[in-house]
């Protein structure tokens, strides 16, 4: 038996303003119109003929999106919350001991959430080669096999090229000089960040490796327990892990680490550099994404997702254009986006966290205008979906129902409100909204008062255990 498990913490900071902190790269639809990256992952899982339900590992942020990506396949599975970041080795060990309660004697196949690989058979193929080696024993990894030598991966240096090797070192990115050497010396692979072994053997390897994540992370476990769909673990105890890689603290030590080739198709989609290289793209060797139009523009990467963005006579070059942010950029500087974030983050820019529409688990608002004195916003409630029971003390909100069916309650009293209808809460009412129907309520919110932030509420029913934002915030 195969159990997957996919690491779905990351944050994705290369592929800024598209990905934020609180929607992150795996859950956007990056390189197909249909399905963001982690539902692409799962979906390809499917297609190797793995019918084991999979093992998600992500942070608390992020919960309910990757359950609603989820839900959106169809496809149910286990979620288990990091409490802090500590790197893979210690994420792997949870999702190995959770494992390890119902699936003794499976075999995990690791993979990182936000991966593209477009050669779903040859992949396939691999991770039956992989099964065999690790339920003998093996801690397996994948080595993608090098096109050119690409500074934004890590590598893989194996004893033996073009074979299952055992592994003599894994490196940090390289330099283009570096990156160049170990092409040409042949027994080099990218690193893909994707494993397959059983639980016993990588945690006995952590026990003897990594002593300290693995104390760390059995004791977490030792107060799991379940909260609606997810799966938490002790938060001060997992935080004692030491963060670290699987790479360098197991891999690279371990006596029973191999490396498999991988020759199909792969990319770990990174930086808008990647991204264009896997769109389509027009007969100038533009991708154009949304309202774009161009003239004398060629072998570029222009992706507006909100208003028209027109481009004339350029080359080369990234424009992804957000309803808050606008990046342009030489398409060969990709990989120094990261750069730019980290100036917002030291300036305490809320760009770099969320976009103006915000994904909640009830649904979405996004902001339309806002003043010193008022916001406007445009609100979305998932049918069934039901808002925190709260009082605002400094502002007032005015709701105007555009479709769908609205249960207004107010102190005692409680009111339906369909399309056209609207209603007024004033300072002080405490107040909640619930979407009875079985479709999408659709309303506007409009406030105003002294103060219009998110921090003028008080929560008194909180039905997703303090997920914040909104109107009428959770």
Request: net charge negative; charged share 20%.
């Amino acid at each position: 038996m195969i159990i997957p498990v996919l690491l779905a913490g990351g944050s994705g900071n290369r592929l800024w303003p598209l990905s934020r902190e609180l929607y992150p790269k795996q859950c956007i639809n990056l390189t197909d119109p249909h399905q963001s990256l982690i539902q692409q992952t799962l979906t390809r899982v499917g297609r190797c003929g793995i019918e084991s339900a999979p093992v998600v590992v992500c942070n608390n942020d992020h919960r309910f999106l990757i359950a609603q990506q989820m839900l959106e396949l169809g496809i149910a599975g286990t979620i288990m919350l990091e409490p802090a970041a500590r790197n893979t080795a210690a994420a792997i060990a949870l999702a190995a001991f959770e494992v390890q309660q119902y699936a003794p004697g499976a075999s995990l196949l690791v993979l990182p959430a936000d991966h593209l690989i477009g050669d779903a058979e040859r992949f396939s193929e691999v991770v039956s080669e992989a099964y065999s080696r690790a339920v003998n024993g093996a801690l397996v990894t994948f080595g993608i096999l090098p096109g050119y030598p690409e500074t934004g991966y890590g590598y893989i240096e194996a004893a033996q090229y073009g074979q299952v090797s055992p592994i003599k070192a894994f490196h940090e990115k390289p330099d283009l000089d570096t990156a160049t050497g170990y092409v040409n010396a042949g027994n080099y692979y990218w690193n893909s960040g994707m494993f397959m072994f059983t639980p016993e053997t990588y945690l006995a390897e952590l026990k003897c490796f990594q002593p300290a994540v693995y104390d760390a992370v059995a004791a977490a476990m030792a107060e799991r327990y379940t909260d609606l769909d997810f799966i938490r673990v002790g938060a001060e105890a997992f935080s004692r892990a030491p963060s670290i890689s699987i790479d360098n603290g197991i891999m690279e030590r371990t006596e029973k680490g191999a490396v498999i080739p991988y020759d199909g198709d792969w990319s770990d989609i990174g930086s808008w550099q990647s991204v264009y290289e896997h769109a389509q793209k027009d007969d100038n060797g533009n991708a154009l994404v949304g309202d774009v139009v161009v003239e004398n523009v060629h072998n570029s990467l222009i992706r507006s997702d909100s208003r028209l963005v027109a481009a004339v006579g350029l080359s080369d070059i990234a424009i992804i254009d957000t309803h808050d942010a606008l990046l342009v950029m030489a398409r060969e500087n990709s990989q120094t986006v990261k750069t730019v974030v980290n100036q917002l983050k030291s300036n305490s820019r809320t760009e770099i966290r969320q976009h103006q529409k915000v994904y909640r688990p009830w649904g979405s608002y996004e902001t339309v205008n806002l003043g010193e004195h008022y916001q406007v916003k445009h609100v979305k409630v998932k049918p069934g979906a039901k808002l925190a029971l709260q009082v605002h003390r400094h502002r007032a909100e005015h709701w105007v129902i555009l479709e769908g069916t609205a249960k207004v309650r107010i102190g005692e009293h409680e009111q339906i409100l369909h399309a056209n209808e609207s209603i007024h809460i004033n300072v002080g009412d405490v107040h909640t909204l619930q979407n009875p129907g079985d479709s999408v309520l659709d309303l506007i919110e409009v406030q105003t008062g002294d103060r219009i932030d998110e921090d003028d509420v008080i929560r008194f029913a909180d039905y997703y255990q303090g997920e914040a934002g909104g109107p009428g915030e959770l």
